[in-house]
């Protein structure tokens, strides 16, 4: 009987071996990365209406975060000021400036300034900034360094396993609570921030949930 | 009878009769994938197709509106998808029986019935595999029940039982299509020896997989079909035992019980093996298969649903004395409540059926009556869908919280999604038979009496 496959067929079970075993592999560092938050929100940056500085005002003026988002330490939501904040200054500091108009427009026609969200996180996920301030978390541990950054931008991926790695061991990013808006804080050799970590934790009763109720309620 | 229709020696009566010889197996078998379908065959098909459409839309609406469709409410969460689940694992327990715990047993009546019931258990676990994956709700997320690396660090609970039900049915359909497929090998290399077109020619020359049928070939490929037997043995046992620990790791009074995995095996092959006589009643019939499906393989299977039927009947009365015995008033009340309770008449009809139906074949001349095989085949297969759902519904819809009992009545989603998987039954069934050989041709012809070189003389008296 005549051959049905001619003679190069072969070698497909090689080609189709080798193939498998790189398409899987590259599928999956391709999911990997290019699926996950790392890739799809880190370095989100939106253009905001008025080109507001993070860097000259809380890196080279030194206000603390407290001053503009001040609801952060009582409230779940650690609240954009209201154009009312921004007066406080400007009214006196650049009253003339063209870059500020809109704040001024804002504050005489009492319409609220659009401002964009940059850090996103699920309505299904409960989150609550004061409990995180309270427990010792500083803003630079999510935010990073807002006070380098003339344009905010997302720097950490905000993902359910990013949010567990430190529920489940947080004790290299706990500081005391004075310490929660300091953006230049440095955390203590290993040994020593370990027992800081330890004595704090057990001061303040602090044991991150990693139940899914904790968040998903 | 002359001695030719006898197994010389084993005094068995012969598997295959009808004096065929080699050639005329493969001309039958063969003929019917090669030649014209039979006009039923294409009602049977379009009505099957038809099914499968209620089954996907069923499907569709159902991922469009949520569980709300089905008739599940506050005590009843789990309702037809599970019972559907079960009874179709269930019905796919048969293939793998008769294929591999039957080879490893030497019993040679299998080779007629193993190929199309092993199709079988592969479209029947495909069908319960359905249910498990919509039931979820947000099917979009289905494949949280994987063990999938995640930026959610979500991870599957390897202490819940629904997941072991997740691995051992998946490793259970991947062990018995590998086995089918072994098994189809030689009949495959046949369909492309005999194939007329250049398209049938590749195709069955690639499943093929070069099959030659030389010596060295054949003696790996029964050392293969040997090892695949070996491992699915355990598979056959083992995967209804793990669907039986969906309820009894929980603890509803009626479902937490130890009898459950060997009951639920029992019942698997009960069922299984009902479908089987379903089935290959309809086949042998239609193909004209009498002298390979012969009444005593049918009788045989009789006597195994004989015997799998009292099994279960006498799990049924096991869990009626525990309930007694265990002095446990709520265990007492799942059990009363199940046989005059609300659901009184599901119990009644799945102890007729199952319990009193296989009587029968305690008498030959019924083990041997066609019709009678027929109906009572069916009627197991109803009586064990209703089995499963005595079980699921009764314990939940009264379970220990008085004030929130329900009663449980599906919608008419829940009996278009069932009714719909048999539609997707059929439809790769009928396929099946139109394309791929229902007999596993070279295995009977190794039990036919020209088989046995050492009695030719005999043989050809």
Known sequence: MAQIFPKWTNRIPTFVAIGTVLIVVSATAFVWYYFSPWYTDVGYAPVQPVPYSHKLHAGDLGIDCRYCHYSVEQSRHANVPPTQVCMNCHKLILPESQKLLPVRESFANNIP??????????EYAYFDHSAHLRAGVGCVECHGRVDQMDVVHQVKPLSMSWCLDCHRNPDMYLRPTIE??????????RVEQLKFAEDFRRAHDINPPEDCSACHR | MSTTEYIIGSGEPPLVTGNHTFASVTEHICGIPEGKQPTWWYLAFGGALSLLMVLAGSIGYLIWEGTGIWGLNNPV???WAIINFVWWVGIGHAGTLISAILFLLRQRWRTSINRFAEAMT???????LIFPAIHVGRIWVVYWMFPLPNQMSMWPNFRSPLLWDVFAVSTYFTASLLFWFTGLIPDLATFRDRARTKIKRLIFGFLALGWRGGNRQWRHYELAYLLLAGISTPLVLSVHSVVSTDFAISIIPGWHTTIFPPYFVAGAIFSGFAMVVTLSIIARKLYHLEDFITLNHLEKMNKIMLLTGMMVGYAYSMEFFIAWYSGNIYEQFAFINRATGPYAWA??????????VPQLFWFKNLRRSIPVMFIASILINVGMWFERFVIVVSSLANDFLPSSWDYYSPTI???LTFIGSFGLFFTLFLLFIRFLPIIAMAEVKGVMPQAKVEHTEVAHE
């Open chain 1, 113 to 122: 300034i659009k401002w964009t969200r940059v850090h996103k996180v699920g």
């Open chain 1, 180 to 189: 929660v808006t300091n953006m230049e804080y440095v955390v203590p050799p």
């Open chain 2, 77 to 79: 969460g789990w309702g």
């Open chain 2, 122 to 128: 592969l479209f029947a676990v495909m069908c319960a």
């Open chain 2, 347 to 356: 119990y009644w009809i799945m102890i007729s059926c199952n319990v009193l």
């Open chain 2, 413 to 415: 989603w829940d009996i």
